[in-house]
């Protein structure tokens, strides 16, 4: 893959609003330089825990959709039940199933250590489906990608032992970030409510963050694997 073409770009979170909370300002420069950008969200997100879980799964699903259209993005949801989700051949073929269906060049998603359990399982899932994404003879609905993807790593929540090796300058990109985030009102609240924390400017404290350990204004930290395959020549990321 050109590092000078055009690309899809697939953001896999666990929940509405994790692409949002740690790369979102990198999804919209994507969309800003033309890329594809598909967010991929695993979970319904059902124990937000501000009201009871279906009438919250339905909820989050419409915060998702406003979020993915302010970004011009498209969204994907998976509906996996929300701390439900299991590391499985099922689970990871409809993983492989969906990297298909895009065909990306680049896939974002969870590092593989966190505090939630649906982050890790994720992560694993999407590492785990590399290599059936691009067997022909692993039978989904799509056909296999012709290329592997390109995997970065998205910090973690807060940056807890989450050393970037390559950042994205989003200082630009900062205010749809936040906007995105904005329509997630239930999680708003929530962390309002039980944390007595304001996440916008939690999100906006972390870019600071990377921002000053790159010299710019704000920034989004990555990883890639450092396994074969996962070590192009030239930058993807925006």
Same mark, same amino acid.
């Given at each position: 893959?050109?590092?000078?073409?055009?690309?899809?770009?697939?953001?896999?979170?666990?929940?509405?609003?994790?692409?949002?909370?740690?790369?979102?300002?990198?999804?919209? $420069? =994507?969309?800003?330089?033309?890329?594809?950008?598909?967010?991929?969200?695993?979970?319904?997100?059902?124990?937000?825990?501000?009201?009871? #879980?279906?009438?919250?799964? !339905?909820?989050?699903?419409? !915060?998702?959709?406003?979020?993915?259209?302010?970004?011009?993005?498209?969204?994907?949801?998976?509906? =996996?039940?929300?701390?439900?989700?299991?590391?499985?051949?099922?689970?990871?073929?409809?993983?492989?199933?969906?990297?298909?269906?895009?065909?990306?060049?680049?896939?974002?998603?969870?590092?593989?250590?966190?505090?939630?359990?649906?982050?890790?399982?994720?992560?694993?899932?999407?590492?785990?489906?590399?290599?059936?994404?691009?067997?022909?003879?692993? !039978?989904?609905?799509?056909?296999?990608?012709?290329?592997?993807?390109?995997?970065?790593?998205?910090?973690?929540?807060?940056?807890?032992?989450?050393?970037?090796?390559?950042?994205?300058?989003?200082?630009?990109?900062? *205010?749809? *970030?936040?906007?995105?985030?904005?329509?997630?009102?239930?999680?708003?609240?929530?962390?309002?409510? =039980?944390?007595?924390?304001?996440?916008? $400017?939690?999100?906006?404290?972390?870019?600071?963050?990377?921002?000053?350990?790159?010299?710019?204004? =704000?920034?989004?930290?990555?990883?890639? #694997?450092?396994?074969?395959?996962?070590?192009?020549?030239?930058?993807?990321?925006?």
């Amino acid at each position: 893959m050109s590092t000078n073409s055009l690309f899809t770009v697939l953001g896999i979170g666990s929940h509405p609003d994790d692409l949002e909370i740690s790369c979102g300002g990198t999804l919209a $420069k =994507y969309v800003e330089h033309g890329h594809r950008v598909v967010m991929v969200c695993m979970t319904d997100g059902r124990h937000g825990r501000s009201c009871p #879980p279906d009438e919250m799964a !339905e909820i989050r699903r419409q !915060e998702a959709e406003a979020s993915a259209a302010l970004l011009g993005a498209e969204l994907e949801m998976m509906g =996996y039940e929300d701390l439900g989700l299991e590391d499985n051949l099922e689970t990871r073929a409809k993983v492989v199933d969906v990297i298909r269906k895009f065909s990306p060049g680049v896939i974002i998603t969870h590092a593989p250590f966190d505090l939630n359990p649906d982050h890790r399982i994720t992560s694993k899932l999407v590492l785990d489906a590399l290599i059936p994404a691009i067997t022909p003879t692993f !039978e989904t609905a799509h056909q296999a990608c012709v290329e592997m993807p390109v995997l970065y790593y998205m910090s973690t929540v807060c940056g807890t032992d989450f050393n970037p090796e390559e950042y994205v300058d989003i200082t630009g990109s900062l *205010k749809p *970030k936040l906007e995105a985030l904005s329509k997630h009102v239930s999680q708003l609240e929530v962390y309002l409510e =039980y944390e007595n924390r304001d996440l916008l $400017k939690f999100v906006e404290a972390a870019a600071v963050v990377n921002g000053f350990r790159c010299g710019i204004g =704000y920034a989004e930290g990555f990883r890639r #694997p450092h396994i074969w395959t996962q070590n192009p020549v030239g930058r993807l990321l925006p």
